[in-house]
């Protein structure tokens, strides 16, 4: 079982649009962290959301941790070809050695 | 430039060859990671350590070995690999154990297995 759940999966849009991806867990996390993950290369921290509510912005993307820190999600403001990765939240958890991370979403965006 | 390399970038092993996967961070960190990232399933975290020492397997089978002689630098030493091993192994580090601190990670090292 996958402790947190990302949305969608794949995600295929045009230049300009907009689009939210979506990362849920019925856990609680005492933070969590955006990674996003270009081809042939390791993931890169994008942000990490502390407090519950949260929300943090980013030139084009704003992320937010919900109330009950159990979910979070992007939201990215007219993607361009640059934005084209694979996106993954990881969260931490008190007591823990590591991150939990999510499933992913593949973004790609169509010149 | 992540401040973590890895290497080699890419590898082919037949099942029988044994052959190590080096990864160096130049960071100053205490805590390193090996995962395991394949295309059809989530990024899996295989061990974790702190200050060289093993605070996490993440039930790895034993044909994964991994060796962290000091807080700079991680080996995976791998002998008799499946098929379904094949992937991308990535190598991660952070300042301290734990989700709470960002995980710096290297570009990872193709491997597949004939």
């Known amino acids: 079982t996958q402790l947190l759940e990302q949305s969608p999966q794949f995600l295929s849009i045009q230049e300009g649009e907009n689009l939210t991806v979506y990362c849920n867990s019925s856990?609680?996390?005492?933070?969590l962290q955006w990674y996003r993950q270009e081809p042939g290369e390791g993931p890169v921290l994008l942000v990490t959301?502390?407090?519950?509510?949260e929300v943090k912005k980013l030139k084009r993307l704003t992320f937010q941790f919900g109330d009950a820190r159990k979910d979070s999600s992007l939201h990215i403001t007219a993607a361009q070809p640059g934005d084209t990765g694979l996106y993954l939240c990881a969260g931490a958890r008190g007591g823990a050695n590591n991150l939990f991370f999510g499933t992913g979403t593949r973004l790609t965006v169509i010149p | 430039e992540t401040g973590v390399t890895q290497t080699p970038r890419h590898l082919v092993m037949g099942m029988t060859n044994k052959k190590s996967l080096k990864c160096e961070q130049h960071l100053g960190h205490n805590a390193m990671y090996w995962y395991k990232q394949s295309a059809k399933k989530p990024l899996e975290l295989m061990f974790v350590?702190?200050?060289?020492?093993?605070?996490e397997n993440n039930s790895v089978p034993s044909r994964f070995s991994p060796e962290c002689p000091n807080s700079s630098h991680l080996f995976l030493h791998l002998h008799t690999l499946q098929p379904e091993d094949s992937a991308l192994y990535l190598c991660?580090?952070?300042?301290?154990?734990?989700?709470?601190?960002?995980?710096?990670f290297g570009d990872g090292t193709r491997l597949s297995i004939l």
């Open positions: 991660a580090s952070s300042r301290d154990p734990g989700g709470n601190q960002p995980q710096h």
């Open positions: 350590y702190n200050f060289k020492e093993q605070t």
């Open positions: 959301v502390v407090t519950g509510g």
């Open positions: 856990s609680v996390f005492s933070s």
